[in-house]
């Protein structure tokens, strides 16, 4: 059965440093999501992606992160300067179609670490 | 935007068992949708449901879309099935990018 992947697992990463999670969604999936998860606390939507532009973004999406679909495969979350807030479980999602009821699949998730 | 509670937070069981899991959401919802976080973290899907119901084994569903809730049923709990239980939801009012809404979750426990 299909799924969606996350590289890397785990990331351990120094405040102030740069870093790309990478994703590759379903393969006749036309929409992406990014999701994150602080330990203890519920998921939250980051930013969701169609026709390698923003479809939206939540208030947390700031100028700290971007997004990226490089070529036919990947997607990426980018965070250009982590904090320590930014520890969390990165979640990866994708859907055939948008929105109007149609299933989210998810990702393993990667777990960042920011010290 | 749309607000969703899910009861009990917590929840201890003997193997064996049989739970539901409530979620209530504030809105009419294009996709609803329950899902298993097992103790590594990954979100297992467990039904897209945003009306009616479905069954998967031990494990079933229903979501009244017009009183606004869905349950999940759990029948003869096991140890495997320890861990956090979300629903997530679309608002129809949203206004675009099908954002999905998480609840606190259910921590469930099941002892041997």
């Known amino acids: 059965e299909p799924e969606v992947t996350q590289t890397p697992s785990h990331q351990v990463t120094q405040m102030g440093q740069e870093v790309i999670l990478r994703c590759v969604p379903i393969s006749n999936h036309l929409y992406f999501y990014w999701y994150r998860q602080i330990l203890g606390q519920k998921v939250e939507f980051l930013v969701s992606?169609?026709?390698?532009?923003?479809?939206?973004k939540s208030e947390i999406f700031d100028d700290q992160f971007s997004v990226e679909r490089p070529d036919g495969s990947n997607f990426t979350l980018k965070i250009r300067s982590t904090k320590l807030e930014d520890s969390a479980m990165y979640f990866c999602?994708?859907?055939?179609?948008?929105?109007?009821?149609?299933?989210?699949?998810f990702g393993p998730g990667t777990r960042l670490t920011v010290t | 935007g749309i607000q969703v509670e899910q009861s009990p937070p917590d929840l201890i069981l003997q193997e064996g068992a049989n739970s539901t899991l409530r979620c209530n959401f504030s809105?009419?919802?294009?996709?609803l949708q329950w899902f298993h976080q097992n103790p590594w973290g990954q979100l297992i899907n467990l039904f897209y449901i945003p009306s009616g119901t479905k069954q998967n084994g031990r494990l079933s569903a229903t979501t009244v879309a017009t009183e606004r809730y869905s349950l999940l049923y759990i029948s003869s709990s096991q140890t495997t099935d320890s861990g956090v239980y979300f629903c997530?939801?679309?608002?129809?009012?949203?206004?675009?990018?099908?954002?999905?809404?998480f609840g606190e979750g259910t921590q469930l426990t099941v002892n041997p």
């Open positions: 999602a994708s859907s055939v179609v948008w929105g109007r009821s149609y299933e989210q699949y």
């Open positions: 809105d009419s919802v294009n996709n």
């Open positions: 997530a939801v679309e608002g129809v009012m949203e206004t675009s990018g099908s954002r999905l809404t």
């Open positions: 992606f169609y026709n390698n532009e923003i479809s939206e």
